[in-house]
């Protein structure tokens, strides 16, 4: 099955630090990403939307300058948190969406943030 | 608010017992999945629905979609069956991304 490499698994940084997070799809071309955050005993919950060659779309309440999503090709996305504070630690997981395809059921690893 | 409601949150069975666990959601839908998540996190796609039944080994996974309702099902349980056990849907006319509940904490004890 289409595979989703999720980089790195986990991270420690400091307060004041920025986290680049990357999404690769290996065997297949991701036109959507979407980037989710769960928190401890919640929900994931959606972040933001990403898609091959355009701005990502944001959910409301998600500070799109604090969490900047670049998404330059098709096997490839990436999620910044800049300038991470304590309340970011948490777990982040990308998923991604085949070229064509109508479902999103493939899944990166995850990324356990903790910001100290 | 479009929401999506598991149950039980919590359940500890013996080894070999059928499970059930349930996944209730508010308006249509154009999908529903049951997703795996371990310990460490990772999470891995058991089935993608959008009617009828699914069967992958032990597991079989039904939805109704008049009543809104999907299931999940574990035959002959087994300890490496413990993980949180996802229900998450993608509304019909809705955001592009997915709705989750909160997750069933199955533990299968030997």
């Known amino acids: 099955g289409a595979v989703v490499s999720q980089h790195p698994s986990r991270v420690i940084c400091k307060s004041g630090t920025s986290v680049k997070i990357e999404c690769r799809s290996l065997?297949?071309?991701?036109?959507?990403m979407f980037w989710y955050r769960q928190f401890p005993k919640q929900s994931l919950m959606l972040m933001a939307t990403?898609?091959?060659?355009?701005?990502?779309?944001?959910e409301q309440g998600v500070e799109k300058d604090k969490f900047l999503i670049n998404h330059a090709s098709l096997t490839l996305s990436t999620l910044t948190v800049t300038s991470a504070h304590p309340e970011d630690s948490s777990f982040y997981i990308c998923?991604?969406?085949?070229?064509?395809?109508?479902?999103?059921?493939?899944f990166g690893q995850g990324t356990r943030l903790t910001v100290v | 608010k479009n929401e999506v409601e598991q149950s039980p949150q919590n359940l500890t069975a013996q080894e070999g017992e059928f499970i059930t666990i349930n996944c209730s959601y508010s308006v249509g839908i154009s999908a529903l999945h049951w997703l795996q998540q371990h310990p460490g996190g990772g999470i891995v796609s058991l089935f993608m629905?959008?009617?009828g039944k699914k069967k992958h080994g032990r597991l079989i996974a039904t939805i109704n979609i008049q009543e809104k309702h999907s299931s999940l099902h574990i035959t002959a349980s087994h300890p490496r069956d413990s993980a949180v056990y996802i229900c998450?849907?993608?509304?019909?006319?809705?955001?592009?991304?997915?709705?989750f509940g909160k997750g069933t904490h199955l533990i299968i004890q030997p």
């Open positions: 998923s991604a969406r085949e070229w064509g395809g109508t479902t999103e059921a493939f």
């Open positions: 998450a849907v993608r509304y019909r006319g809705g955001a592009d991304g997915l709705t």
């Open positions: 629905l959008s009617s």
């Open positions: 990403s898609n091959e060659g355009s701005k990502a779309t944001y």
């Open positions: 065997d297949f071309q991701a036109t959507t």
